[in-house]
């Protein structure tokens, strides 16, 4: 574990330094989110698929940072992960609000129809939300193995 230090910034300041961190974090993960892309079309994609990790781990951070740096810290840190997932939900993946929008304006630019784009839309959002379910299930299976040495067949 790391040890956490506060570190003290005048309040215009500090909304800088915070705007930098969301600005680094969300380069950090977009470049992270690419190298997982690009892993899943080489022969080791079931070696990058099994490093995945999520539930169970950010259950283990937040525990940390409560012990840590008690409920001001928490707070704070769940108010940055909302802002980052707000962030995050506008890229244009389908079945997030970014996909809308995206969605939105080509429908504006190539003059497509509503009820023709909704219904392609409605079919690229179902067939992508059921594979990040499937992959949720999996990624939170492997936590479980991983963290606590749970037994479940055909993972881990």
Known sequence: WYEILPIKFPFIKSMWVAVLEMKEQTRLTLNWLWGIVKQLGTPRRWE????????????????????????????VFGWLLSL??????????????????????I?????LKPEKYYIIEWWINTIFFVALLILW????????????????????
């Open 48 to 75: 990058t698929v099994n490093k995945l990790s999520w539930p169970i781990w950010a259950a283990r951070v937040w525990q940390f940072v409560l012990a840590e740096g008690g409920w001001v810290m928490f707070l």
């Open 84 to 105: 980052w997932l707000a962030i995050f939900n506008l890229l244009p993946i389908p079945a997030l609000d970014g996909w809308r929008l995206l969605g939105v304006t």
């Open 107 to 111: 429908q504006k630019v190539f003059g």
């Open 137 to 156: 299930f999996y990624i939170m299976a492997n936590d479980l193995v991983r963290a606590w040495g749970v037994k479940i067949p055909f993972i881990g």
